[in-house]
């Protein structure tokens, strides 16, 4: 600054510019003839200096427009001159790399004085709220949204339809422009989209991608932690596969669906603009890639949940005013033309019509009362309310009415779009009740907990679930004190790793607890701390039903798996009795985990009974469970525990037999009895055997009885075809009589079996087990139309196989008829006759390779042909059974299949001791070369 005399009071203001806070220039008009006026600096301070780094020599002197680079400033300079009044105004300025506040003002005769203040520090604290608020909201919407898709476990929706919501509520609530769910497919190494959201490839379905580094779903299933792409364009560690390319993905994250070791599939999101996902994106989709995985696996034991609740928003239009008069009845007999643009009808379409069609139901009763008010006081009145719109959506607006004329009831309305107003006024207060609806009808408990288990805050869903009132607990009771015992210590440990920092424990998981009753239930928990706390916020579901149907799903495909495996035995005609009841035994065992075991049947002359004991397989015991032989009269009963259930007809099971009121003790070197379980074996009313099983792992339940009792009528069946075969041998001496009653009888029970299998199987939900049923259906269907042959043939020694063929193949074709639609059919069978050791195995054979082309060689509705070959050769026949659809796998080894109908086929050709090839073609074709076997006549 230029020294030069000052005043006693220009120097005290000097002082106070020279040692401000704030940084201070002085400049002066200079106005030029012809040119534009220009500012000219006359002093700053230290304090300006330190602001923006320009010392004296670059500024005193100089013109504004020489200094200062930014057009705003220079522009308020100009305004300053133009009206001489004060100019505040703010903004962030490049050539100082700073938030300034910049006061400009008039201060004497063409000089003014301009004061800038820093507010960086301001600024940056306005932004980091934002930031908070913003990162809080997104945390809000995520727990929100991971919570919608919890629910979506209840729903009826399929699964497909699942994940496509899920997709959709992944990308809204990350704000993506891509979501997508690619399912892993072991055989073929590759993954296929499932669902996805934004894609706009209409054939995205049938999109697949290699499971390797071509690809970041690839990738990921090789990883062990979500994969994270900042920059697509620079990735190193995989190729980005076409898809990406082509819908210019820049930026995404990926996680595995399920376990490591078996994974579902990838879920992916991805964004074309460049982004950097916060861990809390990907600790959000890895939850969300839980819940999914969860549900996938609910739905692979049943397809149908529980129903969930469908949310719906009226979104409201903005509008403006609309004039309108309205009669008595409030018809519309005048609308100004604004009403277009406010509720989406022209004046036309409104005049005549009812006010009431438009108005939302809840607020036709105020309005009623409202209009009564108006008529009565005659007073100027207003109101909000909604009309509907042409669209369908409804608008917040405000009318204000008065009567216009006193007679005849008419009134003049202005009506205004208050919806915009009306956000802005409770915002507060939506934001709260937002977050109260949330927290209310979520469908789950939400509960706070205190780092020591504390409860603080519960939702009205606990008392539902828990039974309890949320006020008997929030701040009385732990979290701790409903958790069953066995689950607490694990509960326990994760909160302790998870105020620890550990990024690495699940989100959400599976745990057992005890309701008011004293249940004990099961539920589903999704928890995370909230940001800036030590508290987890909760959100639980209420599983038991979900644990209930599954486990009775696996229960009954277990039964399945179990009557399926003792077909075999029961149909084959020389199976003897011993062998049926020792594969009944086994099943009953491995059903109920029992050590120990027995299957008997009675004698039917003598009521004595008979049996095939279960052998021990531990060694240190000596004894096994034994079967009692009683000879007893009609009307006497049967003693003691063994006896109990075929005097009562009913299924029975103890867990203390000793103190069963029928227990007569065991002998002396029997095993010792743990629990015990008997179920009688009936014909009709007939007694005619008993199953018996002891010492099951943990206890007998309900359940074990039930399973059992299905052996039993199976067993019951094997019983009544043994004894129907020995009363026609005994009976009959005719031969011809004799083959034509068994060949009747056995396809009738062949039928009774596959009609209890078809009973059966309509109370069962599971793809899997009603593909088990139908398959057994189907193979006694294939040996009953053998003997149907047999008995309808004057040859009642011999199979007339190319007509029996013609008959196996139409019912498979029926039996498969979405299937049989698109394929054709090629039978060729020369005349074959074949006795009935050899046909049978060969029409299993035939009826096991015809359906799993019919399953399998033409997915998705494909075309093809399916081709049957029987003729002799030499003093051999063969069979060529094959089709032109998709093959068998690689490396497929038909010794080694766990395929049940595959292994079937295996042990059907040893036993017409054949030989089997796969031929190499187009599709799949089965050779099969074998002889007629010879049996003696057995009458």
Known sequence: MGKEVISGEDEHYHNIIKNSINGIILHRLVRNQGDENNHLILEINKTFQKLTGLGSEEVVGKSVSDVFEDTVILEKFKQLESTQKPIRFEGYFPQFHKDLEIFTFPSGNDEYATVFTDISHRKYSERKKQEIKKELTSRLEQQSALSEISQLTLSSLSLKEIMQETMRIVAEALSVDYSKVLRFIPADQELEMEAGVGWDDPDIKSYRVPADLDSQAGYTLMSEKPVVVEDLSLETRFSGPQLLIDHQVTSGVSVIIGQLEDPYGVMGVHTIAHRIFSPYDVEFLQSVSNVLASIINQHQISQELEKSEMRYRLLAENASDMISTH???????????????????????????????????????????????????????????????????????????RLLNPETGEMIVLTRDISERIQTEQELKRSEAKYRTIFENTGTVIAIIEPDGMVTVLNHKFQEVFGIPPEEVVGKKKWYDFIYKDDMEVMKEFQRRRLAGDKDLPGSYDFRFWDVRGNLK??????????????????????????????????????????????????????????????????????????????????????????????????????????????????????????????????????????????????????????????????????????????????????????????????????????????????????????????????????????????????????????????????????????????????????????????????????????????????????????????????????????????????????????????????????????????????????????????????????????????????????????????????
């Open 327 to 401: 009669n008595l009845d409030t018809k519309y007999t005048y609308a100004s033309p604004y009403s277009l643009e406010l509720i989406g009808y022209l004046p036309e379409e409104l005049e005549g019509n009812n006010a009431s069609l438009f108005i939302h139901p809840e607020d036709l009763e105020n309005i009623e009362k409202t209009q009564e008010k108006i008529l009565t006081t005659k007073k100027v009145t207003t109101i909000n309310y909604r009309l509907k719109h042409k669209n369908g959506n409804y608008v917040w607006v405000e009318s204000t009415a």
């Open 522 to 939: 099961h539920a589903f928990i999704n928890v995370d701390l909230i940001p800036g706390t030590e508290n987890i916020l909760a959100s639980i579901s209420d599983v038991t039903s979900l644990k209930k149907t599954e486990s009775k799903l696996k229960e009954e495909l277990s039964i399945t798996k179990s009557l399926a495996r003792i077909y075999t035995p029961l149909v084959t005609p020389d199976s003897s009795m011993e062998q049926i009841g020792q594969a009944v035994l086994g099943e009953a065992k491995k059903l109920t985990k029992s050590k120990y075991g027995y299957v008997s049947s009675t004698d039917q002359g003598t009521t004595q009974q008979w049996g095939y004991g279960s052998k021990n397989t531990l060694v240190d015991c000596q004894a096994d469970l034994v079967a009692p032989h009683w000879n007893i009269e009609q009307d006497e009963p049967y003693p003691g525990l063994w006896g109990y259930c075929l005097n009562t007809r009913e299924a029975f099971f103890t867990n203390s037999p000793q103190l069963h009121p029928s227990s007569q003790g065991t002998p002396p070197d029997h095993v010792p009895l743990k629990n015990f379980l008997s179920v009688p074996v009936l014909l009709g009313d007939e007694l005619v055997g008993q199953i018996a099983l002891a010492n099951t792992e943990t206890q007998y339940h309900e359940e074990d009885a039930k399973a059992i009792t299905r052996l039993a009528e199976f067993f019951a069946l094997a019983i009544q075809k043994k004894r129907s075969d020995d009363e026609i041998r005994n009976s009959l001496k005719d031969k011809e009589i004799l083959l034509q009653e068994i060949h009747h009888r056995v396809k009738n029970n062949m039928q009774i079996i596959s009609s209890l299998l078809n009973l059966q199987s309509s109370f069962i939900n599971d793809p899997e087990a009603i593909d088990v049923f139908r398959e057994s259906q189907n193979r006694v269907k294939s040996m009953a139309l053998l003997h149907e042959n047999l008995y309808q043939s004057r040859d009642m020694d011999r199979v007339d196989f190319r007509q029996y063929v013609k008959k196996l193949t139409d019912n498979l074709l029926i039996t498969y008829s979405t299937s049989s639609s698109y394929i054709q059919k090629e039978i060729t069978v020369e005349n074959v006759k074949l006795n009935i050791e050899t046909a049978i195995p060969c029409g299993l054979i035939i009826n096991e390779l015809l359906t799993n082309s019919l399953k399998y060689a033409f997915p998705n509705g494909e075309k093809g042909r399916i081709y049957l070959k029987i003729y002799a050769k030499e003093d051999k026949y063969v069979l060529l059974l094959g089709d032109d659809g998709v093959g068998l796998p690689e490396n497929f080894n038909m010794e080694s299949t766990q395929t049940l109908g595959l292994r079937l086929v295996h042990n059907l050709v040893n036993q017409i001791d054949g030989q089997l090839k796969i031929r190499p073609s187009k599709g799949t074709c089965f050779e099969i070369v074998f002889q007629e076997l010879q049996y003696k006549k057995r009458i």
